[in-house]
């Protein structure tokens, strides 16, 4: 795991790692994905690289960089921004593809599917495209969804739903995960948690779909359902909520996750410790605070060392075939807390504030 994050006035590299990060949120966002993998691990040596990187020879005797990014990395050490990314932004198809890309439930498909209608405006799309319910809801709501939220307030959405979750039964839990358990200043939207002992996923994906969402949207704090999605990899819900003392509308997503063996399901060995069956709250948690980045290099670090880390817990003993496909599920770890998966991943322990890759 790195030393310096991207924001981390300490790191010698942090001003190129910043500008290095937008350019690969732009083409992660274009759907390039060799692109985005080649400026992330660009940013990993930056990252380790004890001093500043001027030029583009130095660049390249570090490793995982190529020419072509030994060069941007040079131009922006000197110029302090890179032109590609300039001219990204000037170039008005793509100001309106990132535009479109912005409206809650739209990927690039959709997106450069309407720019190449002709269409240039959120009005255009109200006026001419087919749209569905959730991008209506995301074009209405445009402003409100793409606007930060203030730290106070994420909490209050917070506290909504655990008045509401704990009224039905007062041993319901409700975490504020995602960029606010991160200590963020403002939120994109409010990731809850929801968690209760005893219970199972299906238990649970039942009592917030059929009792809780139903009544706070009679509350008038859910103002729409977007998705639920019901894997066996854990469940969520995605809505919009508003405070009665506002009429801007929140992005919120709940999480259920059950917190003990009845609900940690299909492993395949039959018995369970308290232990090992709270990896699964924990997992979850440790996912549901990312960042999403963060995430994938725990993932990754997990997979190199025979160990496979998702939302669900901590397995060891994977067996992975030649072309790393997984053959075997493995065994849950143990673990009450976060800090006991981190020690047994081997990774040293950092918290949620420090999350950030
Ligand atoms: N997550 C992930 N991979 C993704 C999306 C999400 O691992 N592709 C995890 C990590 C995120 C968490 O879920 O921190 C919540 O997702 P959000 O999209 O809400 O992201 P954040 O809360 O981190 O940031 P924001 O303030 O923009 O909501
Ligand atoms: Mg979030
Ligand atoms: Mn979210």
Redesign the pocket.
């Known amino acids: 795991m790195q030393k310096h994050t991207a924001n981390d006035p300490a790191g010698p590299n942090s001003s190129t790692i910043a500008i290095l990060q937008q350019m690969a949120t732009y083409y992660d966002q274009m759907g390039d994905e060799w692109r985005t993998r080649a400026y992330r691990k660009a940013m990993g040596t930056l990252r380790k690289h004890p001093t500043k990187v001027w030029t583009k020879e130095e660049a390249l005797a570090l490793p995982q960089i190529g020419d072509r990014l030994a060069t941007k990395i040079e131009e922006i050490a000197f110029t302090s921004r890179l032109r590609r990314l300039d001219n990204a932004r000037a170039h008005p198809a793509d100001q309106i593809l990132q535009t479109f890309m912005k409206v809650y439930g739209v990927g690039f498909a959709k997106a450069s599917e309407w720019v190449k209608q002709g269409w240039t405006t959120l009005d255009d799309l109200i006026d001419n495209a087919e749209l569905t319910q959730n991008q209506r809801i995301g074009i209405e709501h445009f402003e409100d969804f793409n606007s930060?939220?203030p730290r106070d307030e994420v909490a209050q959405h917070g506290e909504c739903v655990r008045k509401a979750l704990q009224s039905i039964d007062p041993a319901f839990e409700v975490i504020v995960?995602?960029?606010?358990?991160?200590g963020?200043s403002?939120?994109?939207?409010?990731?809850c948690l929801i968690t209760r002992p005893d219970t199972t996923l299906s238990q649970l994906r039942s009592i917030i779909v059929d009792k809780l969402v139903p009544s706070l949207t009679l509350s008038g704090f859910l103002v729409a359902a977007l998705a639920t999605t019901s894997k066996d990899t854990g469940s969520k819900w995605h809505g919009a909520s508003c405070l009665a003392s506002s009429t801007t509308w929140r992005?919120i997503?709940f999480?259920f996750v059950p917190s003990d063996e009845l609900g940690a399901g299909e492993t395949n060995n039959a018995t369970y410790s308290l232990e090992a069956s709270l990896t699964v709250l924990f997992a979850a948690l440790i996912?549901?605070?990312?960042?999403?980045?963060?995430?994938?290099s725990l993932r990754l670090l997990a997979s190199t060392k025979g160990m496979r880390l998702n939302?669900r817990g901590l397995f060891r003993d994977v067996i992975r075939g030649r072309g790393r496909e997984k053959l075997s599920d493995g065994t849950l770890v143990e673990g009450r807390d976060e800090q006991r998966i981190f020690a047994a991943l081997g990774v040293p322990w950092r918290p949620p504030e420090h999350?950030i890759c």
């Open positions: 930060r939220i995960g995602g960029s606010y358990r991160r963020a403002t939120s994109g939207d409010i990731d992005r997503d999480l996912y549901f605070t990312g960042n999403d980045i963060f995430n994938r939302q999350r």
